[in-house]
C-alpha cells in the first residue's frame, strides 16, 4: 500500500553539502516512524537517521552533519547531508513502518570524492 521514491543522489566532494528527499503514497501519520538507511559497499545496511512526530535519532557518525525531517502535509521525508566524508559513500534507502511493516525506497547512490 506505501510506495517510496527517493530523489536522485549524485557526485559530491568531500566537504559538499547534497539534499536527499523521499515521496511516500499512501496514507502517512506523523507517528510512523520515517527514516534512511545506507548501504557501503561491503558493509551492512545501517540506520542513518529517523524522526518520529517530535524526536530524531542519528547515527554517531552523522551527527551534527545530517539533518532528517519531514513534511507530514506533502508526505515527504528529507535527508539534508553536509560536510560530506568519503566514507558517506553508499547507497541510500528511505524507509516507513506502518503497523509493524517496513517499506523500502529503491534506493539512491551517494558518492563523495576524495
Known amino acids: 500500500q506505501v510506495h517510496l521514491v527517493e530523489s536522485r543522489g549524485g557526485l559530491v566532494q568531500a566537504g559538499g553539502s547534497l539534499r536527499l528527499s523521499c515521496a511516500a503514497s499512501?496514507?502517512?501519520?506523523?507517528?510512523?516512524?520515517m527514516g534512511w538507511y545506507r548501504q557501503a559497499p561491503g558493509k551492512q545496511r545501517e540506520l542513518v537517521a529517523s524522526?518520529?512526530?517530535?524526536?530524531?535519532n542519528y547515527a554517531d557518525s552523522v551527527k551534527d552533519r545530517f539533518t532528517i525531517s519531514r513534511d507530514n502535509a506533502k508526505n515527504m521525508v528529507y535527508l539534508q547531508m553536509n560536510s560530506l566524508k568519503p566514507e558517506d559513500t553508499a547507497v541510500y534507502y528511505c524507509?516507513?513502518?506502518?503497523?509493524?511493516?517496513?517499506?523500502w525506497g529503491q534506493g539512491t547512490q551517494v558518492t563523495v570524492s576524495s
Open positions: 524507509t516507513i513502518n506502518v503497523l509493524g511493516v517496513p517499506y
Open positions: 524522526i518520529t512526530a517530535d524526536r530524531t
Open positions: 499512501g496514507t502517512i501519520f506523523s507517528f510512523n516512524v
